[in-house]
T-cell receptor, first 111, second 113 residues
Framework: DAKTTQPPSMDCAEGRAANLPCNHS???????VYWYRQIHSQGPQYIIH???NNETNEMASLIITEDRKSSTLILPHATLRDTAVYYCIVRVARNTDKLIFGTGTRLQVFP | DAGITQSPRYKITETGRQVTLMCHQT?????MFWYRQDLGHGLRLIYY???????DKGEVPDGYVVSRSKTENFPLTLESATRSQTSVYFC????????????FGPGTRLTVT
């Protein structure tokens, strides 16, 4: 599986957009980009995923560069409840279906 | 309620004891997973299962045993617990119909003394 690189921590003011970057320069053509987050002491929570087109759902937007070597997760209006560790994962959506978690980005949203 | 549950939520055991962590899901998902989470390591995959009676090793399987006799259950057993197995354990499930998103349980905090 391709590896990802994320900054260890980021801060964001409440109400502002949080932009979380992820580098995945060795991503293969059939690998998707998935984002999960983990709020303190809880199980990880799926946020969004994409292959090469930008994606948006009720939680966030995912912007993938044209060369697919990097992506950005955007939380458009961060709240205090968005404080969590965010994991960027690249994987093939196939039967083995494993997620390989790195150390993620710790996002702190402040008032 | 439908979902994925884990039991117990907290467990303290002694070195050398056998302990089983339970995981139950109500979606009939084919795939189930066990992860452990330790400070500085993020989540690491222990074992996974693609269907009943089909299991395979993940990154850190040593010291653990799994079984999957029924689709909805995926117990994880520590046959002889060691202090290094003190961790938070998460179970997850997924399926093709859910676009391979993994849904995680609330976790079991295990302390081995």
């Amino acid at each position: 599986d391709a590896k990802t690189t994320q900054p260890p921590s980021m801060d964001c003011a409440e109400g502002r957009a949080a932009n979380l970057p992820c580098n995945h320069s060795t991503i293969s053509g059939n690998e998707y980009v998935y984002w999960y987050r983990q709020i303190h002491s809880q199980g990880p929570q799926y946020i969004i995923h994409g292959l090469k087109n930008n994606e948006t759902n009720e939680m966030a937007s995912l912007i993938i560069t044209e060369d697919r070597k990097s992506s950005t997760l955007i939380l458009p209006h961060a709240t205090l409840r968005d404080t969590a560790v965010y994991y960027c994962i690249v994987r093939v959506a196939r039967n083995t279906d494993k997620l390989i978690f790195g150390t993620g980005t710790r996002l702190q949203v402040f008032p | 309620d439908a979902g994925i549950t884990q039991s117990p939520r907290y467990k303290i055991t002694e070195t050398g004891r056998q302990v089983t962590l339970m995981c139950h899901q109500t979606w009939s998902h084919s795939y189930m997973f066990w992860y452990r989470q330790d400070l500085g390591h993020g989540l690491r995959l222990i074992y996974y299962s693609a269907a009943a009676d089909i299991t395979d090793k993940g990154e850190v399987p040593d010291g653990y045993v799994v079984s999957r006799s029924k689709t909805e259950n995926f117990p994880l057993t520590l046959e002889s617990a060691t202090r290094s197995q003190t961790s938070v354990y998460f179970c997850a499930s997924s399926d093709r119909d859910s676009s391979y998103e993994q849904y995680f349980g609330p976790g079991t905090r295990l302390t081995v003394t």
